[in-house]
């Protein structure tokens, strides 16, 4: 979001909203999944990771959105685990 891991230094609204949505979804489901070379985080963990970067690696209002629906997006999480 503030351009300093984005190709060509793009930032904010310069990124596609799709490249802004996915890497927010896609740390999500990263840390909160476990992997073979790590545990998969706490949501609180995940989410308080999330608001420390909201502004700085993820679109704030994204991440707005992305709280105000947490737990749609913990029901979905949790009906397909694929």
């Given at each position: 979001?503030d ?11 310069e ?14 489901d ?50 397909h685990?694929?």
């Open positions: 979001w351009g300093t891991g984005y190709p060509y230094g793009k930032k904010g609204e990124i596609n909203i799709s490249a802004r949505i996915t890497s927010l979804v896609d740390v999500f990263a840390l909160t999944s476990e992997r073979p070379y790590k545990p998969a985080w706490s949501v609180e963990q995940t989410i308080n990771y999330i608001k420390e970067l909201s502004g700085k690696q993820f679109d704030p209002n994204l991440v707005f959105v992305f709280m105000e629906n947490l737990e749609k997006i913990l029901r979905i999480k949790q009906e685990p694929d």
